[in-house]
C-alpha cells in the first residue's frame, strides 16, 4: 500500500474546559493542522470525524462554522479509537482516489454532558466507567502472580507523568512520585487513582494528503508519511494475562504493511488508560517479552532517554488525558512533532519509525473492542 | 473507478417490533445477505454498521453473536444515509486493497427507545421529529405558489402505497386513496399525517466484493454492480424551492462516476420522508424538468409500468417504512432485487440502471445534511 503523508496537526489542550463548546475545540485544532499543513480549507475534499458521546450529526455540527461542510462529512464511532479508525477511512478514500487530502477530527466534551446516555461517566472515580478499572486490576493481578510488582505499575504513571510535564497540551503537569501514586485514593486493588486516566474535554485533528501532495507543503520540513494502518475488533478478555489478542494481530498487521518490525520503532504513543495496560500493551506490542512488561518500565527503557522505546513521551492518557474520541488523533498529533523534531524539552531524539496505538471498548459489553495501529515513518 | 459487486442483500420486515432486540433484527438481515452471497462468515473482512439511535459500540455488539467481531468493524453514523455513507467507506475499503469481501449492516431499533437522547422521537405526529414536517411544508408552500398541488403530493404517498402493497419486507401494505391522504390528520399544512413515513424498527445487509469475486459468486445469476458512490454534506435551506442543492450535486458525482445520466436511470429508490421530498428529489435527480415533479406523479411516470424512472418501487421510506440507520442498504437491497428480476409483483421490467438516494439531517441542525448517491447496474 502506498504511502500518504501527514501533512499537518492540531490539538487544543487537553483537560476540563466545559465552558468550551465542541464548536470552540473543534475549531482551535481544525485551525492549527490547516495552518501547520499550509492548506487552505478549500483544499479538505472530506472530513472524517470521531466523537463518541455527543449525539447524532457531530461531524456536521461542528465543521459548519469552519466552512467545511458542503463536501462530505463521515462521523465514525469506535468507542476510545474513534479517531484513529476515522484516520483509516480518511486514509481508504485517498488509496481508492476519492480525494487528494481529507481531515481528521476527534472531539470530546465529557464535562458538559451533552451527549448520549449509556457510558457511565458519573462516577468521578473511573475514568472510562465504573468496569474498567475492576477489570484492568483482574488483568494487573495476574501479572503480579507471575512476579510484577506494585511499584512496577506505579511507575508507569510517574513517567507518563513526567513527559507530560513538557507537554503544553496536557491535562496533568505537576510532577508525581511512586510513592504519591500508591497512596492515592484506591480505585480497585491495585489500581489507584493515579493509575487511572481522567476524562477529559478536548479536540485534535489531522491534515492527511498524498505523499506527493505532501511533498509540494514539505517547504523544507521533514515529511511525515502514514506507511501502515490497521484495525481489528475482538474478544478482551480472552487472556487475563494480556491486554488484548486484538493488539497482537492488528500490530503486526500494521508492522507487516510498513515493512517494519518492532525492533524499528523509536518511539509510540500507547493506550495507557491505566497503568497495567501500558505494561501489557509494550509486550503485545512486541517492545519487550512477554512477562517483561514491569522490567521495562522499571529499567527506563520506555522514558525518555531510556533507550528502549519510548512510550507515550506526550504523558499518554493518564496525563496528557482521554477525551475519548480526541485520543486518537491526538496520539498521531504528538508522533508527528516527535519524528518533525518539534517536540522540544519531551523530544525523542532520532526518531524516525514511530507507531501509534488505540483501544476501545463498550463499558456494557466489555467483550467487544477495537484496536487500531498506525505506523508513522520520516 | 473499477466496478464492486453487490454479492448478496437481505433485511427484515420494516415494522414496529418493540419485541425484537437489535441483535435480533440484525441477526435475520446478516444471515440473509450471506445466503444470498453463498458467502461464509469467515469471508468477512470487515463490516460497517450504519446506525443513529443506539449506543456507542453498536456494531460489535449487533455482530459478536454471529462470529463477525474479530475482523474490523466500524460503526458510521451520518443521521438517515448512515448505511449508504458506511456502503461508500466499505467500497473504499475494497477499493484501496484493504478487503476483498465485506459486510454493510444498517439498523434502527426506534420503538426500544434504547438508544441516545437528542432527536425528538416522541412525537407521533413527526416521522423524524418536530421539525422536519414544518420544513418540507413550507418547501410545499413555496412550490403550490408555482403550480403543485395538494393532489399531486397525495399521489405520491398513493403510489408508493400502491407499491408497498406487493412488498412483503413493506411496513405498510393496505391500500390508500388520495382522498385517505388528504383526510388524514393535518400534520403542518399542507403535510398530512398520511404523507409523512412511519418510524420502523428494522435492520438491512449487503454483501459487498471485488467483481472478480462477484463474477465467482453469481452462480449464473445477473452481477449487481456497484458502479458509483457519491457522498456530500450541505446546507439543507439554501433554496425553499428544491429539496437540496446537495442532491444536484451528488448525484451529478455519482452519475458520472458511473457513466450514465439521469435518462439512463430505470429505477430508483428516493428519500421520500415527506411527499414533498420525492416530488423535488425527482426534479433535483434529473427525472423531470425542475418545476415538473407534481406532473410527474400526477401522469403516472413515476408509477410501475408508467414509462418513466419507476420511483420507490420497495414503497419508499413512506410505506417500506424508515428505520434511519437501515434505510440505506434497504435500498440497495430492493434495488438489488430489481436488478436480479427477483422483485415478483413489483418488478421494474427490463431495469439495467438503478440508484439509491439517501439524505440525512439532524433536527437541531436542520442546516447541515447529508446525501449519498450510488448507481448500480446489471
Given at each position: 500500500m502506498e504511502e500518504l503523508a501527514v501533512a499537518g496537526v492540531g490539538m487544543t489542550r487537553f483537560t476540563?474546559?466545559?465552558?468550551?463548546?465542541p464548536e470552540s475545540l473543534v475549531g482551535e485544532a481544525v485551525r492549527a493542522a490547516l495552518r501547520d499543513a499550509g492548506v487552505?480549507?478549500?483544499?479538505?475534499q472530506a472530513s472524517f470525524v470521531g466523537n463518541v458521546?455527543?449525539?447524532?450529526?457531530t461531524g456536521q455540527r461542528v465543521l459548519k462554522d469552519l466552512g467545511l461542510t458542503g463536501p462530505p462529512v463521515i462521523n465514525v464511532e469506535n468507542a476510545c479509537a474513534s479517531s484513529t479508525t476515522a484516520l483509516n477511512e480518511a486514509a481508504m478514500w485517498i488509496h481508492a482516489g476519492m480525494a487528494e487530502t481529507v481531515l481528521v477530527v476527534g472531539v470530546e466534551?465529557?464535562?458538559?454532558?451533552?451527549g448520549v446516555v449509556g457510558?457511565?461517566?458519573?462516577?468521578?472515580?473511573?475514568?472510562?466507567?465504573?468496569a474498567w478499572p475492576a477489570m484492568y486490576a483482574l488483568k494487573a493481578r495476574a501479572k503480579m502472580e507471575q512476579g510484577l510488582t506494585v511499584e512496577q505499575l506505579a511507575l508507569v504513571a510517574v513517567k507518563n507523568r513526567r513527559h507530560a510535564?513538557?507537554?503544553?497540551?496536557?491535562h496533568f503537569r505537576t510532577p508525581i512520585s511512586v510513592s504519591d501514586v500508591l497512596a492515592s485514593?484506591?480505585?480497585?486493588d491495585p489500581i489507584t487513582l493515579l493509575q487511572c486516566c481522567p476524562r477529559s474535554d478536548g479536540a485534535s485533528a489531522v491534515v492527511l494528503t498524498t505523499l506527493t501532495r505532501g511533498r509540494e507543503l514539505a517547504n523544507g520540513r521533514p515529511i511525515v508519511r502514514l506507511a501502515g494502518s490497521a484495525l481489528n475488533s475482538g474478544v478482551?478478555?480472552?487472556?487475563?494475562?494480556?491486554?488484548?489478542?486484538a493488539t497482537v494481530r492488528t500490530s503486526r498487521l500494521a508492522y507487516e504493511r510498513a515493512g517494519i518490525?518492532?525492533?524499528?520503532?523509536?518511539?509510540c504513543e500507547v493506550h495507557?488508560?491505566?497503568?497495567i495496560g501500558e505494561i501489557l500493551h509494550c509486550e503485545s506490542l512486541g517492545f519487550?517479552?512477554?512477562?517483561?512488561g514491569g522490567r521495562y518500565v522499571e529499567a527506563g527503557k520506555?522514558?525518555?532517554?531510556?533507550?528502549?522505546?519510548?512510550?507515550?513521551?506526550?504523558?499518554?492518557?493518564?496525563?496528557?488525558?482521554?477525551p475519548l474520541g480526541a485520543t486518537g488523533t491526538a496520539q498521531i498529533a504528538e508522533l508527528s512533532w516527535q519524528l518533525r523534531r518539534e517536540?522540544?524539552?519531551r523530544q525523542v531524539e532520532g526518531a524516525r519509525v514511530a507507531v501509534s496505538h488505540t483501544m476501545g471498548g463498550t463499558v456494557y459489553e466489555l467483550e467487544t473492542n477495537v484496536c487500531a495501529v498506525h505506523v508513522l515513518k520520516v
Open positions: 476540563k474546559q466545559p465552558e468550551r463548546s487552505a480549507r478549500d483544499e479538505i458521546q455527543l449525539t447524532a450529526g466534551s465529557l464535562s458538559r454532558h451533552e457510558l457511565n461517566l458519573d462516577d468521578p472515580i473511573s475514568g472510562m466507567g465504573a510535564m513538557a507537554n503544553p497540551y496536557a485514593r484506591p480505585v480497585a478482551l478478555n480472552d487472556q487475563v494475562e494480556r491486554a488484548s489478542d518490525g518492532p525492533e524499528d520503532v523509536d518511539v495507557d488508560a491505566f497503568t519487550c517479552a512477554a512477562g517483561a520506555s522514558a525518555l532517554g531510556g533507550g528502549g522505546v519510548v512510550v507515550n513521551p506526550s504523558g499518554g492518557l493518564l496525563s496528557r488525558g482521554h517536540a522540544g524539552d
